[in-house]
């Protein structure tokens, strides 16, 4: 218990750092925003100012950069229709309801996607409902807005969260989550638990939000290198994550179908060897591998020793059908893990020991 719960407070700890970064993005651009807008502008309350900030800004670290974009023009968008439409018919329960729809209606018209739409109405809102018809005009407002739209765009560029970080981290995630299924799955082979294969199983089913998790993660990042000279030095580190992505989820996809031939073979007359659980351990230990070699900068060359090991294995004898699949979901999760190491297809195949040869052989 206490183990989990230190483990629990670490997670976080490490999820606070990651959004130090954002914190302070918003917290700074919004009094840059405040001080530019008076300063530069001559507004005495550019409201909207740090309020654009805040929404691009602590939006953008999670969002894709045209995302970002549709943001700042959505806020001032909304800004400049809420205004003028309340100076013209004034604040009220149906004057919001008007706003809303006109302002909406605009954004469907220059932009369908979502969260444009949803922002424009938004941002009307906060004009019709809380900012009096008289004073600034709706362009100052809509100033304003981009003012702070930049900023927080800046901001973004300037005090940017750790695309190596974030990368690192949900990678982190999903191989951590493969060698614990491959880890179970080999202990239940080991003492013929089906309910351990069971529990491996369960456990493979909840992997594919990791990897949606990792592959965002992975495109903030390559944004954040994009657009923030202080990361440009980063682009090359942060391309063994990009070549790692699409070969993990495959591995993963194929860790789930031996996860689900393990439980099947265990209830069978002829059991899985083993030497089968030795070598589902040797791979998780390789994906381990390549999580501290990839986090520590360096070329995975350990994890594809380890991998290389595991592929010119020869075939255990007397196997059953399941215990046939789960060996032919394991080379191709040797394959894939090795093509995360930077190996082309072809030669990472290649190192398989061939089917005709390891049947010659184990005979």
């Not at 909840?206 to 923030?228: D, G, M, R």
């Not at 990839?294 to 991998?307: H, K, N, S, V, W």
Request: charged fraction near 20%.
């Amino acid at each position: 218990m206490l183990t989990r719960l230190s483990a629990l407070a670490k997670e976080q700890l490490g999820t606070f750092g990651l959004q130090v970064p954002a914190i302070a993005q918003c917290s700074v651009g919004a009094a840059l925003a405040w001080v530019t807008a008076i300063e530069l502008l001559g507004h005495p309350a550019p409201l909207f100012a740090p309020i654009s900030v805040l929404i691009c800004a602590g939006v953008g670290l999670g969002q894709r950069l045209r995302r970002v974009v549709e943001l700042v023009v959505g806020v001032s968008v909304g800004v400049g229709v809420g205004d003028l439409l309340v100076a013209w018919i004034g604040s009220g329960a149906w004057q919001i309801a008007l706003v809303v729809a006109l302002a909406m209606t605009v954004a469907v018209l220059l932009n369908s996607g979502p969260l444009f739409v949803a922002q424009v109405g938004s941002s009307a809102v906060l004009v019709a409902a809380l900012v009096p018809a008289e004073g600034e005009g709706g362009l100052d407002r809509m100033a304003d807005a981009l003012v702070g739209g930049v900023i927080g765009l800046a901001a973004v560029a300037l005090l940017p969260a750790s695309p190596f970080m974030l990368a690192a981290k949900h990678l982190s995630g999903v191989l951590d989550a493969m060698s614990t299924v491959l880890e179970r799955a080999a202990e239940a082979i080991e003492k013929r638990d089906a309910d351990l294969a069971a529990e491996a199983l369960e456990e493979a089913r909840t992997t594919q939000a990791a990897v949606a998790e990792y592959e965002a993660a992975l495109e903030t990042s390559k944004e954040i290198t994009l657009i923030s000279p202080l990361h440009w030095h980063r682009r090359a580190r942060l391309a063994r994550y990009e070549t790692a992505a699409e070969p993990v989820d495959l591995a993963l996809r194929n860790v789930r179908v031996l996860s689900r031939r393990t439980l099947a073979a265990l209830g069978e007359s002829s059991p899985p060897p083993a030497a089968l659980a030795e070598a589902m351990r040797e791979v998780s230990e390789a994906a381990l591998l390549l999580q501290l070699e990839l986090g520590a900068g360096r070329e995975p060359i350990l994890a594809r020793q380890a991998l290389l090991a595991v592929a010119g294995r020869e075939r255990p004898e007397g196997l059953g059908f399941s215990a046939h699949v789960i060996i032919a979901q394991l080379r191709s999760v040797v394959v894939d893990l090795l093509q995360a190491t930077g190996m082309e297809h072809k030669d990472a195949t290649a190192a398989l020991t061939p089917v005709d040869q390891s049947t010659r052989q184990s005979r």
